[in-house]
């Protein structure tokens, strides 16, 4: 409930048709954030959050640009610049949780500053 309703970053919904495993919980951050996703994500790791990113697009990889050259694909980047996975697993405590959405959420506050309108 605390995640769904903010102006750093959405979440995707799933219909209630779909049985997932969570085991991850991507948001995707607002744009303006964007040139800062590295410093948030070291930030957030300095606090004990062990933020990750999925997915590095493919063709990013020395063994893709070797073989098939430079390319850029807009959608799979702009993915990429917008995605962060927050810790999430099946036996996290709703306390941990909150305690990684206290610190997300004071953090995104923090970067939200350095840009205007987040």
């Known amino acids: 409930e605390r995640l769904s309703e903010n102006k750093f970053f959405t979440i995707d919904k799933l219909s209630k048709e779909i049985i997932s495993s969570r085991h991850l919980y ?26 990750q990113v999925h997915y590095k697009p493919i063709y990013q990889n020395s063994f893709y640009r070797e073989k098939f050259g430079m390319t ?7 993915f990429y610049n917008s ?9 996290m405590s709703l306390e941990d949780a909150q305690h990684v ?13 350095k840009v205007n309108n987040v």
């Open 26 to 51: 991507p948001i995707l951050l607002n744009k303006k954030l964007h040139p800062f996703k590295e410093e948030i994500f070291e930030t957030l790791h300095k606090q004990g959050i062990g933020v």
């Open 72 to 78: 850029c694909q807009d959608v799979a980047e702009d």
């Open 83 to 91: 995605e962060l996975s927050i810790p999430c697993h099946q036996l």
């Open 101 to 113: 959405i206290d610190i997300l959420l004071d953090t995104l506050t923090a970067y939200s500053l």
